[in-house]
């Protein structure tokens, strides 16, 4: 099992205008590791998620300080590229967005933009992405049609999978199952367990449940803090402060 920590956060802040919506936030994030995020609607944590591959830099008024380092380079520092962080960090959101495209094509799309132009490269980046996005059995006959065709928790998985086409290390999900069905829950919740052997994940979730299952690290964040971070078992059976605590056992939240 690796113990790398695939990306280090230190002392970072983050405002909005006057705002500051984190306050001295340090973590480190596993490599080939699921780190849920979780804490009360308000908190940061969708905020911080966006730090991670610099999302916020399209909203103007955001000012950001301290460090984000991946694999001990700071992210926003003149040394990183942003079209290369953005394929080396991939982000999954809460309501699949798949392109108005056909299926391959949504699949293509960030891999054409790195300039990959043959044929059959491209065909082989869409089987082993949607296979890797466990989606390949059920669309491999229909690439031609429009994935806005699909059903939701299938629009979800390809736009994992279009995601895994640019071959990132480090996948952000941003409640990547609030808009599905049970059924469709478990099978990204599964597919989580899968890609962390090859990626390291973040996610942010509302469900309590789903973060015991999914995650191998939790981090407990409340009013722009993160409070603790520890083994999920541990933030679970055994938090070291009360304020987790009574988030988990629902006191608040
Ligand atoms: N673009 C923005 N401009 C100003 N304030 C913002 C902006 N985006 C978020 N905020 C504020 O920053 C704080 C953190 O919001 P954020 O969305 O990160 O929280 P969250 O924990 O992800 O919430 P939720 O669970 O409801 O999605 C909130 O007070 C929010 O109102």
């Not at 610099?54 to 942003?82: A, F, P, T, W």
């Amino acid at each position: 099992m690796s113990n790398y920590m695939k990306m280090r956060v230190r002392n970072l802040n983050l405002f909005y205008g006057d705002f500051q919506a984190l306050m001295d936030i340090n973590m480190n994030i596993m490599e080939n590791k699921v780190t849920a995020l979780i804490g009360p609607s308000g908190c940061g944590k969708s905020t911080y998620l966006r730090t991670l591959n610099r999302m916020n830099d399209l909203i103007d008024h955001v000012k950001i300080n301290g460090q984000i380092l991946l694999d001990g380079i700071d992210i926003y520092s003149d040394q990183c590229d942003l079209i290369d962080l953005r394929k080396s960090v991939g982000m999954v959101f809460q309501k699949p967005n798949p392109f108005p495209k056909t299926i391959y094509e949504n699949i293509v799309y960030g891999p054409k933009i790195h300039g990959i132009k043959e044929k059959s490269r491209l065909d082989e980046i869409v089987e082993k992405s949607l296979r890797g996005a466990a989606i390949w059995d059920e669309v491999k006959d229909r690439l031609d049609k429009p994935a806005l065709g699909l059903s939701g928790g299938q629009q979800q998985r390809i736009c994992i999978a279009r995601c895994l086409a640019v071959e990132p290390d480090v996948i952000l999900m941003d409640e990547p199952t609030s808009a599905l069905d049970p059924i469709s829950t478990l099978k990204v919740e599964n597919l989580m367990d899968e890609l962390k052997k090859d990626y390291t994940i973040v996610v942010v979730t509302h469900n309590m449940q789903q973060a015991g299952r999914v995650s191998d690290y939790t981090s407990f964040f409340l009013n722009g803090e993160i409070i603790e971070t520890d083994l999920t078992e541990n933030i679970f059976s055994n938090p070291n402060d009360k304020r987790t605590e009574d988030y988990i056992t629902g006191r608040f939240g």
